[in-house]
């Protein structure tokens, strides 16, 4: 019995030892196998939110596709090679904002994908004048008093278009613009279109080839000679001081420039045009009148020199010439004039504006008068005359400016017959201040006198409000 109780003790006894190292085994890797199962709950969550992610985007991938060839069936862009599949989210947005950018572009481009832009000036005029039978604003007072006027009007807003070229061409970039406004007139007597139905007008109209010192320009502009014009909302369809020193007339040239650089302050411009002068018949008699030629070739130089000061000062001086001729009653009738003009910004404050000129025969470039005279042995002789003008600009403020400028046109009066233009003055002073970045309010107060030689001096005042829109 012991012997049988031994044998049961000891298998007791090994049976206590599988038991305690099946629980000692136990306890050891109970915290093993609790470990291993919140690191493979943590992966799996892990694969999830890779697999959403995943799927948010290869969900936007195919938005970005779908807005691609929608933005590419509006478009139409030059033939290229189809781009690739997006890699990834940053890939496709940057090619959406690329096509984006393209459309945008396209809508302000002229039909040979030349990008242009719009400009010009949305103009309200207020006027009074007491004496308007020769035109508004045409720069002259009539050899009979007549009738005032007063009223407002749209007509000398401006639209223009500007370009670029992207491309060079010989070298050369591209660039030009074109300008028109609404001060054409079905009255053609009248001279404006105050009184009549406006009708869109050619202004101005360049197109210029630059290189680096040199450029080359054809279009419409003024005479070279008169590079600059007095400042004033009031007088826009025709430029302030027109008959009295300014000359203005737009007319077809080409121009040629070459540009010198002495040093980082002053530089040298030389500059040549082939001109068309417009011939007048007004003051042409009626006999005379089918025998002239009505625009005729002349050459034009101006030679300036620019100097810069600081940031607010500097000045431009230039001299010119102009020469050509007039073709009436089968006779050529000489035109040529020497011109002096100048911009002096002298402080941020203040500035002079000007030019001045000698010559003779230059109603064909915007002079007062009759540019020539046929005298009763049929001998056709030039106008000599001699005339400028002079603006001062005072701004005070950022916002607020005064102009004050005048001028005039004398011609000789030996070289005159019958009731002509002796001379015509004009002075006028205005104000602008600028209600908003691009609007500006202005008054303007102005009087002409005009001296014929027969109805004698004759006045005219001019009074406008202006509001205007630039854009």
């Given at each position: ?8 003790e000891?298998?007791?006894g ?123 604003y ?55 279109s ?66 010198l650089?002495f ?7 030389l ?62 009738v ?12 002298l ?26 005279t ?80 027969v ?17």
């Amino acid at each position: 019995m012991r012997k049988m109780r031994n044998g049961i003790e000891v298998r007791v006894g090994r049976a206590r030892c599988v038991s305690v190292a099946i629980l000692l085994l136990t306890a050891v890797h109970a915290p093993l196998l609790a470990q291993d199962a919140t690191d493979s709950r943590a992966i799996v969550d892990r694969l999830d939110r890779l697999e959403r992610q995943n799927q948010a985007l290869t969900e936007e991938v195919r938005q970005l596709r779908e807005q691609l060839k929608a933005l590419q069936a509006t478009a139409t862009p030059p033939p290229a090679a189809p781009l690739a599949a997006p890699s990834n989210t940053e890939d496709a947005l940057a090619i959406q904002q690329a096509r984006i950018d393209e459309q945008e572009q396209s809508k302000v481009e002229a039909a040979h994908k030349l990008p242009i832009r719009i400009t010009g000036m949305a103009l309200f005029n207020a006027y009074s004048d007491n004496h308007a039978d020769a035109g508004l604003y045409s720069g002259t007072a009539a050899s009979t008093p007549g009738r005032a006027a007063a009223g407002g009007s749209l007509n000398e807003s401006i639209v223009g278009l500007e370009f670029q070229n992207p491309n060079t061409v010989l070298g050369a970039s591209v660039h030009g613009d074109l300008f028109v406004d609404f001060f054409g007139s079905t009255n053609s007597s009248s001279g404006n279109s105050y009184g009549s139905w406006p009708m869109p007008r050619l202004r101005t109209g360049t197109i210029t080839l630059d290189w680096v010192t040199r450029s080359v320009m054809v279009g419409v502009e003024k005479p070279l000679v008169s590079p600059y014009n007095p400042d004033s909302f009031a007088q826009v369809g025709v430029p302030a001081l027109s008959g009295s020193g300014n000359l203005w007339f737009w007319e077809p040239q080409a121009r040629f420039e070459q540009r010198l650089k002495f040093s980082e302050n002053n530089s040298l411009r030389l500059q040549a045009a082939l001109f068309t002068s417009h011939e007048t018949s007004n003051y042409v008699a009626t006999e005379y009148a089918p025998t002239l030629a009505p625009t005729r070739p002349a050459w034009e130089g101006r030679l300036e020199f620019a100097h810069s000061g600081t940031e607010d000062t500097g000045f431009h001086i230039g001299t010119g010439f102009h020469f050509g001729e007039t073709h009436v009653a089968g006779q050529s009738v000489t035109s040529d004039l020497f011109s002096l003009d100048a911009r002096l910004q002298l402080a941020r404050w203040w500035n002079l504006t000007g030019t001045m000129f000698t010559g003779e025969n230059l109603a064909g470039i915007g002079g007062s008068g009759q540019g020539f005279t046929i005298l009763y042995d049929q001998i056709a002789i030039p106008v000599h005359s001699t005339g400028g003008w002079l603006q001062l600009t005072l701004s005070p403020t950022e916002r607020l400016s005064f102009h004050f400028f005048g001028g005039a046109q004398n011609n000789r009066q030996a070289d005159l017959r019958g009731d002509a233009i002796g001379s015509n003055a004009s002075y006028a002073g205005n104000i602008y201040y600028r209600l908003a970045p691009n609007i500006f309010a202005a008054f303007e107060a102005a009087r002409t006198r005009t001296d014929w030689t027969v109805s004698g001096l004759r006045l005219r005042n001019q009074y406008d409000i202006s509001l205007a829109y630039l854009f």
